[in-house]
Structure formats: C-alpha cells, structure tokens
C-alpha cells in the first residue's frame, strides 16, 4: 500500500541510466560559419554523465531563436534563453 502520498518516480538518463534532474544548460549551435551560444536552457540534467535533455516546447523556441540569428550578419552570437 502506498497511502495517500503518491510514490515519487525518478526519472533515468537514457544515456546512463543516472538521475534526471531539473536544471538550465548552455546549448551551442553551428549554422554554416556561425557559432551560436543560447545560455541558461532549461533542461532535465544527467547528475552522473551532465548529459542535458529539452523539452519539446522548449526545442520549438529554440528553433525559432536559431531563424531570427541566421538572418543576422554576425559570426558569433550568445544569447540568453529568457531574455529572448
């Protein structure tokens, strides 16, 4: 019997199996020449191998981030995820 209070399940990186955490990671990208850096993501991190995974609606923001830079004439950006 469990009770009132539901079991916690922990969640496992598929990588290796270590324990998922809520957190924010720096995620870089290269477009052609270009580097691109969007900082404090948030992600579920990996506390054994840092592994980082997003959600989807989070990987749609970043995508439509990645559209808007491109059109820039920059070489490098850094950029953060809030502020954007």
């Known amino acids: 019997m469990i009770g009132k209070e539901e079991k ?8 290796c199996g270590g324990e ?16 691109i850096v969007i900082k404090d993501v948030p992600a579920e991190l990996c506390s054994d191998c840092g592994e980082a995974y997003m959600k989807s609606s989070v990987v749609d923001k970043i995508e439509a981030l990645l559209d808007k830079l491109d059109d820039l004439d920059s070489e490098m950006s850094v950029i953060h995820y809030k502020a954007a």
């Open 20 to 35: 998922m955490h809520d957190g924010v990671t720096a995620a870089p990208f290269f477009i052609g020449e270009k580097i």
């Open 8 to 15: 916690h399940r922990i969640k496992k990186c598929p990588l």
